[in-house]
Structure formats: C-alpha cells, structure tokens
C-alpha cells in the first residue's frame, strides 16, 4: 500500500496560534509521542528564532527516536547574499537536524512586492538555499509558500519556483495553502498539475481559514500528494491548520489502499490528541471529529434505540478503532432505550416502572435547571436512590457560610457545617479563599475522620452558569464540579437561586459519590440488590 507521510508542525507552525505555549520539555515530550505513534517527521522549530528552539535541536539529537525524522524550519537565503554566509542557513546547518525544511516565494506577488526583488533572483535564492544544505548532506523539503495562489496568478512562475528547488536536490516539494483561502476544487486540480511536472514526491500544508483543511489535503492526497503536513488538534496561527488527527483518522479508515501511522497507531488518536491539548494546557474540542468526548455520544431517544441495536447505524466508525468510546446522553429528550443504556451496570432494564420513573425524574429536574449530560455522578446518584440502593454516608443539618471585608486585604470567608454522621453529630467551622473552597474544607474537616480515604479526593474544576438571566440577579444558577482521586474522573451538578446552594447540592453530591465507590461494605449489599431486582420480571 503506498504510504501516506504524516508530517506533524504542532512544535512550529501550531506554536503560532493564539494561546499556544510549548516549554522546551512540552516539545520533547510531544516529539516522544508523535514518534511513538508513527508520524514520520517532526519539525521542531526554527532554530534562529529563540533559544528554546536551538536548544531543541540540541536535546532532540539524543533522544532514541525509532521512527520519525526531526526537520528544522528555515526561509531560504537573503538576497545578494551567499548560502554559505547567511545566518538563517547558519543556524539551520548548526541545527544537527537531519532534515531541513525550507520556505520560499512561490507566488509572484511576493517577489515584487514583498521582497522587492527580480524574478530570478527568487529562483536563485530557492535553487541555492536548497542546493547547500542538500551539500552538507541534509535531507531537503521544499516548501513552496503561497502555490496556490501563485499557481493562479501566474501558471508558470510557480511551477518555475518548484522545479528550480527539485533541481537543486529537494527530496520533497510541498504546496502550501498559505493563506488557507482555496477549495478543495481548486486545491485538486493544481496538485495534480504539480504532480505531472514534478518528478520527486509532493505535500499539501493547508491552512484552515475556509474549515476546509483537512477536506483539502485529502483533495491533495487523491490526485497524488503524498505528504500531508499539519498539527495535532488543528492548532496554528489565525484558524489553524489541518487537523492531522482527522487526516490520519480518514486515511487510515475511511479511505482504503493507504498506509498511516504504525499498526494500531490510529487506535490511539484520541489519546494523543488529548496529550497535546493537556500539555498546551488548553480545553478539549468536545465537538472535535473522531477523537471529541462528543464525536460518538448519543441523546435523542430514537437514535440511541437504533445505536443500541446497530452500532452503525448511527455511528460511521466503531469508536474504539480511534481510542474513543461510545457516550449515552441522558436529558429532557432521552427516551427509554437512553435510561436503559446508562443503567445497565444496574441490571435494571426489566424494571419497567423504574425506567419510566427515572426519564420522568429527569425530565421535571431539567425543566428546573439540571443537565445531566456533564453530571453523570449526579445521575448514577439519583438512579441509585430511585432504585432504593442508595445508603446516605451523611445527613446535613445546616451550613452557615460568612464572609467578612476589611479595609486592607482578601475578604475572609468562614462556612460552618453541622451534619449527623453515623449517628454522631459534627459540629466544625472551616476558613477557605472563597464559600465554595470554605464549604469544601468545612465538609471535608467533618468527614475525615470517619471517611479517610476522602483525602484522596481533589476538586478540579468548577462551573457556574446563569439559566434564567431574565431574572437578573434573582435568576437560578447551575453549579457543575469536577472531581477526581486516583482512579476516576467525575462530575455533579446542583441548581438554586442561591450560587451557595447550589454549589452546596453539586459538592454533596461529588463526596457521596466518592464514599459510595469506595465503601466495600456498601457496594456488596448494592450488587445484591441489583441481582436480586433483575431476577425478578
């Protein structure tokens, strides 16, 4: 099967787009991933432009990579200057890469007015960059800024460009959609031109500013591009570039013939594609084609009752085959086949009176403000307590949260909480840097000592929105929290008038779930239960 060369710029080009930082250990992390999965080259930067990206070069030289090639990014050299004696040529030849990428002009508009330069002095610039760097026996891409532009405005000037930088040694000649402004039409039919005149292997580098990079580098791959560049997640400069995750996704699966990555590297794009988003410190794409916590997640009623019986029918590709996994969505529009599906660890699906009395509970909860959908310890809660499994580890008499201002200084906040434990009261008052931080000390000071393994417990994030904003500063809010421990990564919601209330209801729910996962002594009486309920009809 001809390969399909994946060559990921995340390090580089990706770095350009808004909010996008990499630390000198992101790049070498995200280049050990990359490698692992099968990507065939890595550009790392571009070695003149900071420190971090010469000192890149430096560390990357050591590490055991198995498969991908490192390349450095440069332009080609000034004008009226040799190879041999420019700095950016200096630095890319001091780079220890084995792989040297250089951009040049490509369209006509650039050389005369950008650059101000003649005709053939932009080819003997692009003829003499590569041909040095090809003599110090570096492998040489090309990388024609601008071509599809350029084709259009002037044919033969940018298959001149091209051919000047194949002639001088380049192993691979790339067209770039700069200024992502062409379509897949258009895309097609120049590399195809391209193709025909050129005799070394041809790239497609897209930019994303129509939404259409990756559906132009796929256009590229049909007519005879072999090469696809991009980064992970789309990440660059103004809309980004082509996803590779998508390109290698589409490739690998959805176009038979073609081989990406390493085996079985496409089974693990989505845990690539959320490394980089971690490291880049960045919030998922829930959306995101393929790999997104939505690319296979299902609410209506109708067509989870259909996913439930024919996987495909309503999904184009088993969600494993990427690392994803299927999600069942449970709301105001989830009929009985959504309730059925979430529960079934309960063994509760022949209880016909209880599926109904939970889409009824879920229904009247979302009519007030609730949203199950990023809570769903909040609906493992409720099911267990419809169900009669649930054995509360603590009841809540009251909870009293000040907060004092002084004249200098952060306002201080105090939450005072009183429950009954295990037929005990705890009475205790707890200081936090807001009422949800003091609300979450004061409970956790209460059930430590009862509940030790609470400590393991961390909240991670926290959501507030407003759901009638008609009703100004009276309207209900919706609290969701995030917590996690060792194992386990979980959400739970409350609704009230009252922000304190609600974040109240949200952080009860996220402790009763961690105790009831936790608790042996309550989890076997539940799988009895459970047992004891399925056998009967």
């Known amino acids: 099967m001809p390969r399909i060369e994946l060559y990921d710029t995340t390090l580089r080009d990706g770095s350009q787009g808004e909010g996008v930082y990499f630390s000198l250990e992101d790049k070498l992390l995200i280049t050990a991933k990359l490698d692992e999965l099968g990507f065939d080259y890595v550009e790392g930067g571009y070695p003149l432009s900071n420190p971090k990206d010469h000192e890149y070069f430096q560390r990357v030289a050591q590490m055991p990579l198995r498969h991908a090639k490192i390349a450095a990014f440069g332009m080609t050299r000034r004008r009226g200057c040799a190879a041999a004696d420019d700095t950016g040529m200096q630095a890319l030849a001091a780079s220890k890469a084995p792989v040297i990428t250089i951009v040049g002009k490509t369209w006509d508009l650039h050389v005369t007015e950008v650059l101000r330069i003649d005709e053939a002095e932009n080819l003997a610039m692009i003829a003499d960059s590569v041909a040095y760097m090809k003599s110090l026996g570096r492998e040489v891409i090309y990388d024609a800024e601008h071509f599809f532009d350029g084709f259009k405005a002037n044919r033969e000037f940018a298959l001149a460009t091209v ?39 041809v790239g ?12 132009n580098s796929l256009a590229a791959v049909y007519k005879g591009a072999t090469q696809v560049q991009g980064t992970i997640n789309g990440v660059g400069e103004r809309c980004g570039n082509a996803d590779l995750v998508s390109v290698a996704a589409n490739l690998g699966l959805k176009k038979p013939g073609y081989e990406v990555l390493l085996p079985r590297g496409g089974e693990r794009l989505t845990e690539l594609s959320r490394y980089v988003y971690e490291i880049a410190n960045m919030n998922f794409r829930s959306n995101q084609p393929f790999v997104g916590t939505s690319a296979f ?34 709301s105001e529009l989830s009929g009985r086949s959504n309730i059925v599906a979430k529960t079934t660890k309960y063994q509760l699906q022949h209880d016909s009176d209880l599926m109904a009395k939970i889409l009824d509970r879920v229904q009247d909860l979302e009519n007030e403000g609730y949203q199950f959908e990023a ?27 000040n907060v004092e201002t002084a004249d200098v200084g952060s306002p201080l906040t105090e939450a005072t909480v009183k429950l009954l434990v295990k037929d005990r009261i705890e009475h205790v008052v707890a200081e936090g840097d807001g009422p949800v931080n003091a609300l979450d000390t004061a409970l956790r000071k209460a059930l430590l000592p009862t509940y030790p393994r609470l400590a393991e417990m961390q909240l991670v994030d926290y959501k507030v929105r407003v759901i009638n904003s008609a009703e100004g500063t009276a309207a209900r809010v919706r609290v969701v929290i995030e917590s996690r421990d060792a194992d386990e990564v979980w959400s739970t919601v409350g609704v009230s008038e009252n922000v304190i209330e609600a974040s109240w209801l949200a952080l009860v729910d996220s402790i009763e779930y961690k105790l009831c996962k936790d608790d042996p002594a309550v989890a076997e009486p539940v799988s009895a239960k459970m047992a004891e309920r399925a056998a009967v009809p």
């Open 297 to 330: 997640a299902h609410k209506g009623g109708m067509h989870v009752h259909a996913v439930n019986r024919v996987s495909k029918s309503y999904e184009h590709i088993p969600p494993e085959s990427v690392g994803n996994v299927r999600r069942v969505l449970v």
């Open 375 to 401: 809570a769903e310890a909040s609906f493992d809660l409720m099911v267990r307590k419809l169900a009669g499994l649930h054995q509360s580890k603590f009841e809540r008499i009251h909870y009293r949260v």
């Open 163 to 201: 051919l000047a930088a194949q002639k001088a040694g380049a192993s691979r000649i790339v067209l770039c959609d700069t200024n992502g402004g062409n379509l897949p039409h258009e895309i097609a039919a120049a590399v195809e031109v391209a193709c025909q005149v050129l005799a070394v292997p």
């Open 204 to 215: 497609i580098h897209s930019h994303n500013d129509c939404d259409v990079a990756v559906a």
